[in-house]
T-cell receptor, first 110, second 112 residues
Framework: KQEVTQIPAALSVPEGENLVLNCSFTDSAIYNLQWFRQDPGKGLTSLLLIQSSQREQTSGRLNASLDKSSGRSTLYIAASQPGDSATYLCAVEANSKLTFGKGITLSVRP | DAGVTQSPTHLIKTRGQQVTLRCSPKSGHDTVSWYQQALGQGPQFIFQYYEEEERQRGNFPDRFSGHQFPNYSSELNVNALLLGDSALYLC???????????FGSGTRLTVV
């Protein structure tokens, strides 16, 4: 059974800091890995998708990497802003379903 | 271009009742999945529909059922509601494999 872990559960940083959010998964037989952002009480917004044959993807200030062999992914956020405050969820896809971690709640202080 | 649309946005039901949630996928998407997200948890996979058939199912009881229509829209039905069914229900769609999922804003279901 696939398990996805995101540690720590919460993170508070000052504005402008570069930060790394970690995600680990137990079964390396995945199809895709996707990072999402969730604002309180809202749905999920897709940030980055890494296909199993890829190693990383970039979008603006975000960069995500994938190491299937070690069961790890990282989401790098450059020059963090208060608007980045949200919960960040990592999800791995296998057998047509996504398995999510519990998320990391990020607070960026002005 | 409209994304994934879910209705209603909020719903309050009494224990034992039945509920139907609706989802319209993003234009061009033919695969629809449903997820349940309890407070403070990651979403849990309920089931996926493709070509009007249930293709995969997660670890949810038979009280949870669904349907996909020829226009790819979908419904999630929950019978005999329990207090523990209170959650945010999310619908996700996508076009083909190798592309990521697009999620709707969800339906917040409260069972009292």
């Amino acid at each position: 059974k696939q398990e996805v872990t995101q540690i720590p559960a919460a993170l508070s940083v000052p504005e402008g800091e570069n930060l790394v959010l970690n995600c680990s998964f137990t079964d390396s037989a995945i199809y895709n890995l996707q990072w999402f952002r969730q604002d309180p009480g809202k749905g999920l917004t897709s940030l980055l998708l890494i296909q199993s044959s890829q190693r990383e993807q970039t979008s603006g200030r975000l960069n995500a990497s994938l190491d299937k062999s070690s069961g790890r992914s990282t989401l790098y956020i450059a020059a963090s802003q208060p608007g980045d405050s949200a919960t960040y969820l990592c999800a791995v896809e296998a057998n047509s379903k996504l398995t999510f971690g519990k998320g990391i709640t990020l607070s960026v202080r002005p | 271009d409209a994304g994934v649309t879910q209705s209603p946005t909020h719903l309050i039901k009494t224990r034992g009742q039945q509920v139907t949630l609706r989802c319209s996928p993003k234009s061009g998407h033919d695969t629809v999945s449903w997820y349940q997200q309890a407070l403070g948890q990651g979403p849990q996979f309920i089931f996926q529909y493709y070509e009007e058939e249930e293709r995969q199912r997660g670890n949810f009881p038979d009280r949870f059922s669904g349907h996909q229509f020829p226009n790819y829209s979908s419904e999630l039905n929950v019978n005999a509601l329990l207090l523990g069914d209170s959650a945010l229900y999310l619908c996700a769609s996508r076009e083909v494999t190798n592309y990521g999922y697009t999620f709707g804003s969800g339906t917040r279901l409260t069972v009292v």
